[in-house]
């Protein structure tokens, strides 16, 4: 089965993860590209950038680090739509050591880790629990059509890739290269006064009129750090946990509207209104009025 697109949404991707099974990890959106911003997160476990993907073999800096392939967990995206997840995957998996992926990723990762890029994309494509993970976050789409057709140069074709530290090194983790790229050495400390350059000037690439970028950060579950700092009152942890748990809720609600097919509802209503306008014998009128409206707004257009 195919994979769908999926919404650049920090409530989708966290439900996402968590329904993989991974845990007190959290994506949030990031509404401002600068180091101040940034270290405002206490830990960052990698970032997400989603961008209007194109052509161009030079779209990055860096160098392909093909040395690493042997050192990381880099999968290479083959197949169509899966990018979201795949950056997502790009991230967790090169930091086992720092997160519970729960046990369901735990053996997806131990089965696929010696194998070489093209199968881990391979093996990650055909993965029944990914793939409906993934799909259960797609919009509804009221019109199934048995065609599809290969995207053209005219279409808007947007892509998702990962940016995380790797063995003091900051990697740009992308399916769609050979292999890793690789922006230099850097510590911990440091990720995000060398991260922000390295996304702008991928930015930078594009015309300026190009605004069609979006930022998510991976970090820890911010309520399990609310509930383990000490320099926090009790009345304080208990002000801000409810503003998360209530972000939490507004993320459910959401995913849930997204997920329903609101078309049979709105045919519903239609048909009730006709109907009571019908009892009412109103419906003669009100389709005499409306062409008679339409007729009206054609002239005064000819007329202006």
Sequence with gaps: MSWSTLESDAGVFTDLIENLGVKDVQVDELYCLDVETLQQFQKIYGIIFLFKWKKQADNFDGELDYASLDELYFPQQIISNACATQALMSILLNHTNEI??????REFYDFTKELPADLKGEA???????????????RADPFISDESRPATDDDDVYHFIAYTLINDKLYELDGLQPAPICHGKCEKPLFASRVVPVIQSRIAKYPPNEIRFNLMVLSPDRRRIIQQDPSLSDTEKTAILAVEEEKRARWKRENQLRKHNF??????LLKLSVKDQIDKGTWNETLQQRIQSHTQNQLEKRNA
């Design 100 to 105: 519970d992926i729960g046990n369901d990723l």
């Design 124 to 138: 990650l494509g055909n993965s029944e629990l990914i793939r409906c993970v993934h799909n259960s976050f797609a």
């Design 263 to 268: 078309v049979g509802m709105f045919l519903e």
